[in-house]
């Protein structure tokens, strides 16, 4: 079974430019998320959606980050303008039925540099 | 007040030792509880889930949930050096919504 992918793996960009962050998550998984995590923390929640729905974004700043789910298949994940304190990895998980299993799958990451 | 909190570490244990995990939660209707394993570059991985009190055991881990004291933790016996990893705490409420704590390092010494 093919696992979360995400793509890219590293990104370099000066503060103030824009980014994009890709994920695909596994075959029929109607939850995806997105989680910022910053170097010696845990992942921080971003959004989560059901499907092409958005369940929560309490916690994404909506003045720069913007994310959407086509077709409630792939996602995209935007920051502009970015900021040094984004830098982080950004995670993208999927799962089945999490109010059961809590069992989420995360991809390999995006490793976002601010300079 | 964080929503889930643990002790940051890090913790060094000698190979064969019990390591002990612990974290506290503040939504008192958090419902499921999940501990999940992270290494260096890596992302996390599950190891247990809980969600009723008391313990539950699988292979070297054990889990337990004391609601009442919003309260869980992970025992992991005989130690490993590959089990050096960060460990984050995680609790999931009635929307699945999935809240990780910031995650102990442990370093297990040969």
């Known amino acids: 079974e093919a696992g979360v992918a995400q793509s890219p793996r590293y990104k370099i960009i000066e503060k103030r430019q824009s980014v994009a962050f890709w994920c695909n998550p596994i075959?029929?998984?109607?939850?995806l998320y997105w989680y910022q995590q910053i170097l010696g923390q845990g992942p921080k929640l971003l959004i989560q959606?059901?499907?092409?729905?958005?369940?929560?974004d309490s916690q994404l700043p909506k003045d720069r980050f913007s994310a959407e789910r086509l077709k409630g298949v792939d996602s995209t994940l935007k920051i502009q303008p970015a900021k040094l304190e984004d830098s982080a990895v950004y995670l993208c998980?999927?799962?089945?039925?999490?109010?059961?299993?809590?069992?989420?799958?995360f991809g390999e990451g995006s490793r976002l540099t601010v300079l | 007040q964080k929503e889930v909190e643990q002790n940051s570490g890090p913790l060094s244990v000698p190979e064969g030792a019990i390591a002990s995990l612990n974290c506290t939660y503040s939504?008192?209707?958090?419902?499921?509880f999940f501990w999940y394993r992270q290494y260096s570059g890596k992302s996390p991985e599950l190891i247990m889930f809980?969600?009723?009190?008391g313990d539950k055991e699988d292979g070297r881990f054990t889990a337990q949930l004391n609601k009442a004291s919003q309260y869980v933790s992970l025992l992991i016996r005989d130690s490993q050096p590959s089990d050096s990893a960060t460990y984050l705490c995680?609790?999931?409420?009635?929307?699945?919504?999935?809240?990780f704590g910031q995650g102990t390092e442990l370093s297990v010494k040969p």
């Open positions: 998980a999927s799962s089945l039925l999490i109010a059961e299993t809590g069992e989420l799958f």
């Open positions: 959606f059901q499907n092409n729905g958005v369940v929560d």
């Open positions: 939504d008192r209707g958090s419902q499921s």
């Open positions: 809980i969600y009723s009190n």
């Open positions: 075959s029929g998984h109607a939850t």
């Open positions: 995680a609790v999931s409420n009635q929307g699945g919504k999935l809240i």
